[in-house]
């Protein structure tokens, strides 16, 4: 006869309690030896042996340092870099015009700049590495536009605002006008 069926035929247990009683002694078993391995872990914590010798590595201070071939020519402002271009006055107004001289560059956001408003509209958000390359590409665009409609800079400038070809005037053209003057 098996202890169990021993222990149920003394106390006369009945239905359910037949399964209950033996998962209970197998759950106060599980919580014993997890109170016991608890116990030692302490125990041994708190006498461990420590030896005498400590090995650790040496600290030094490092300071960093960034080697680039770039890094010993002299950094170059915003209107330096526009000054390189023969349309530099149209594109410091442009800059001026679409972000405020770049304090409202919608790219910094990201680390990253535009400034000119160079293909920034609702279907497209072009952000460049560099102030450098924005400039170039929003020069180069200039150039082939005003080669193509015959140095009509408003005509030009209603298309870089609006995107629509063949305009004489528009209120973009207006400011752009009232800022170039300024600006010359």
Known sequence: MS???????????????????????????????????????????????????????????????????????????????????????VLRSIYFLESTAGENDGCKAEGKINGFGYRQHNSEWKCYNTFEEVVEVVNIWFEERLSMNGNDIAEAVCLYNTGVPHQSSCVYSQNFMSVIIDRL
């Open 3 to 89: 202890i169990i069926t021993k222990i149920k035929n003394r106390l006369r247990i009945t239905g359910s309690w037949g399964f209950a009683l033996p998962m209970a002694g197998i759950l106060i078993g599980i919580i014993g030896v997890a109170c016991a391995v608890e116990w030692y872990a302490g125990w041994r914590g708190i006498h461990e042996y420590q030896s005498p010798i400590v090995f650790q590595m040496p600290w030094y201070e490092v300071e960093p340092t960034i080697l680039s071939p770039y890094s010993d020519l002299p950094i170059k402002t915003e209107e330096e870099i526009m000054a390189q271009y023969k349309l530099a006055p």
